[in-house]
């Protein structure tokens, strides 16, 4: 038989105040991590109003020639940013045959429910999905050869899907399976010129 192996014992302080002591200061640590951590992690977090809209996205519109549009991601969307062309301004006063020529639908802000549908008549500013399914239009200018249009066609917006058409300020024509304007988002003009995507001045409030 082998002796009984004796294993070592933890050393218990014996002294009740000072297990005590530890005790507190342990707690006391554990609780200011904490403390100190939910600010921290929480600096990460967007706002509410943040997650409801999507970051701003910028541009600038000095960058687009007359008559040609660029496309800028913002949530996920393609925004396209025009510069429309006297030409082109020229058509949208009392273009016929549309759905919501005076842009009663709440497809744009208010700053933006105007013939020309934008801030600045020659920069229009809309999500480039079509309001019925969410394809994508494509720009057809005036003497297409494209027969899905009308002979008369004075230029705008064709979406090849299901064959929804849309003047060049985003509204949609009669009888289209498109039912609404195209949507127009939230966007302002800070000093230097530069287009913001996704907000406005009513967010400083």
């Not at 105040?17 to 200011?32: D, E, I, K, Y």
């Not at 925004?79 to 009392?94: I, N, Y």
């Not at 009888?175 to 939230?186: D, R, S």
């Amino acid at each position: 038989m082998h002796p009984t192996q004796t294993l070592p014992q933890p050393v218990v302080p014996s002294d009740p105040q000072r297990r005590t002591w530890l005790l507190t200061s342990s707690a006391m640590g554990v609780a200011a991590t904490a403390a100190v951590a939910v600010p921290f992690v929480s600096s990460f977090a967007p706002s509410e109003r943040a997650r409801a809209q999507g970051a701003s996205v910028s541009m600038n519109p000095a960058d687009v020639a007359p008559g040609e549009m660029k496309t800028v991601e913002w949530r996920g969307q393609p925004v396209w940013v025009m510069r429309r062309t006297p030409e082109m301004l020229a058509t949208l006063d009392g273009m016929q045959g549309l759905a919501d020529p005076d842009s009663q639908a709440k497809q744009q802000p208010a700053y933006a429910a105007n013939t020309h549908r934008s801030i600045k008549p020659e920069l229009f500013v809309t999500v480039g999905i079509c309001t019925h399914l969410g394809c994508s239009p494509v720009t057809l200018k005036q003497g297409t050869s494209n027969p899905s249009v009308p002979p008369d066609w004075q230029g705008g917006f064709f979406c090849p899907c299901h064959g929804s058409t849309f003047d060049f300020a985003g509204r949609v024509f009669k009888n289209k399976p498109a039912p609404t304007n195209l949507v127009v988002p939230l966007h302002k003009y800070l000093a230097d010129g530069t287009l913001l995507i996704g907000e406005d001045d009513s967010d400083a409030a």
